[in-house]
């Protein structure tokens, strides 16, 4: 199975997996996305799920990244410490078959008091550089359930922050008294703004989480605007942490438009310029960049 005759990107996280044939020539040429993360794959399946893509999407080799890497996943990549470049992935690649599926490494970031790690991330970003997307040194704010702050330099990641803000909103809107509250979808209008404006300015987030509910009782907010106010609220402080981290004159939000574009209309309220930039796009630019360095 020759990696030059074509090849399946597959991103394969906790909950969703997406996958991609890639022609000889580079270019996507079907995909497929479905619910089918990690965490649906029974133990001993993961074997038969590899299967199920290949059906799909052809007899091509695969190469992985995300959280089928993980201690939870397939077979576990260990981390490759910052910082990292494409070769340094490419190095510490664990083949699940031997010349026919690869597992792409996770990256760790460890200093005197703190510690971090990534799965995913990291080829979207290696790959945006390599694709020229990006500047080999710039500040990248990848937005997720896991939000990344990730400082690239010389085009290698020299060092990330995790923030938990999209899990945070999904704990609140599912098991929290303000879930009755977070049913509608946050959008980018003025509540939302409102939110990020005061999270900016206020370090006091579980403080100001309560005042939602407080604010709707006491008809001092509308109950349709506490979603886009609550996710507001809840980027503006992780904007306090990401822009502390490594302030510059630009910041690059990459990944999915839906999420790109609220983290961005926060940006530009704190003054800060933002671009965004596809993340499917530069995941498919880091496996080709990969499979070049190992075909």
Same mark, same amino acid.
């Given at each position: 199975?020759?990696?030059?005759?074509?090849?399946?990107?597959?991103?394969?996280?906790?909950?969703?997996?997406?996958?991609?044939?890639?022609?000889?020539?580079?270019?996507? =040429?079907?995909?497929? &996305?479905?619910? +089918?993360?990690?965490? $649906? /794959? %029974?133990? !001993?399946?993961? @074997?038969?799920?590899?299967?199920?893509?290949?059906?799909?999407?052809?007899?091509?080799?695969?190469?992985?990244?995300?959280?089928?890497?993980?201690?939870?996943?397939?077979?576990?990549?260990?981390?490759?410490?910052?910082?990292?470049?494409?070769?340094?992935?490419?190095?510490?690649?664990?083949?699940?078959?031997?010349?026919?599926?690869?597992?792409?490494?996770?990256?760790?970031?460890?200093?005197?008091?703190?510690?971090? =790690?990534?799965?995913? &991330?990291?080829? +979207?970003?290696?790959? $945006? /550089? %390599?694709? !020229?997307?990006? @500047?080999?040194?710039?500040?990248?704010?990848?937005?997720?359930?896991?939000?990344?702050?990730?400082?690239?330099?010389?085009?290698?990641?020299?060092?990330?922050?995790?923030?938990?803000?999209?899990?945070?909103?999904?704990?609140?809107?599912?098991?929290?008294?303000?879930?009755?509250?977070?049913?509608?979808?946050?959008?980018?209008?003025?509540?939302?703004?409102?939110?990020?404006?005061?999270?900016?300015?206020?370090?006091?987030?579980?403080?100001?989480?309560?005042?939602?509910?407080?604010?709707?009782?006491?008809?001092?907010?509308?109950?349709?605007?506490?979603?886009?106010?609550?996710?507001?609220?809840?980027?503006?402080?992780?904007?306090?942490?990401?822009?502390?981290?490594?302030?510059?004159?630009?910041?690059?939000?990459?990944?999915?438009?839906?999420?790109?574009?609220?983290?961005?209309?926060?940006?530009?309220?704190?003054?800060?310029?933002?671009?965004?930039?596809?993340?499917?796009?530069?995941?498919?630019?880091?496996?080709?960049?990969?499979?070049?360095?190992?075909?």
């Amino acid at each position: 199975m020759r990696w030059a005759e074509g090849y399946i990107a597959v991103d394969w996280g906790t909950t969703n997996r997406r996958a991609y044939r890639v022609d000889p020539g580079g270019q996507c =040429v079907a995909e497929m &996305e479905d619910d +089918q993360g990690i965490l $649906a /794959v %029974a133990p !001993g399946g993961f @074997p038969a799920a590899v299967a199920q893509i290949r059906e799909r999407l052809g007899n091509h080799p695969l190469l992985m990244a995300g959280m089928i890497g993980s201690n939870r996943g397939w077979i576990e990549a260990p981390y490759a410490p910052c910082p990292a470049g494409l070769d340094d992935l490419a190095a510490r690649l664990i083949w699940a078959e031997e010349g026919r599926a690869a597992i792409v490494p996770g990256l760790s970031h460890l200093t005197d008091d703190s510690a971090d =790690v990534m799965r995913g &991330e990291e080829v +979207q970003i290696l790959g $945006a /550089v %390599a694709a !020229g997307i990006v @500047p080999p040194d710039c500040l990248i704010c990848h937005p997720g359930t896991h939000n990344k702050w990730i400082e690239v330099a010389g085009g290698r990641i020299i060092g990330f922050r995790t923030v938990m803000t999209g899990e945070m909103f999904n704990l609140l809107r599912e098991h929290s008294i303000l879930a009755d509250l977070l049913a509608l979808p946050a959008t980018t209008g003025e509540a939302f703004h409102d939110g990020v404006r005061r999270g900016l300015a206020h370090d006091g987030l579980t403080a100001e989480l309560f005042s939602v509910r407080a604010r709707v009782l006491l008809d001092r907010a509308k109950r349709e605007d506490a979603a886009s106010y609550t996710s507001g609220l809840l980027i503006g402080a992780d904007l306090r942490v990401g822009l502390r981290t490594a302030p510059e004159a630009e910041v690059i939000v990459m990944g999915r438009p839906e999420l790109t574009s609220l983290y961005a209309a926060a940006l530009t309220e704190a003054g800060q310029d933002a671009r965004e930039v596809d993340g499917e796009k530069a995941f498919l630019a880091g496996v080709r960049a990969i499979v070049e360095l190992i075909a």
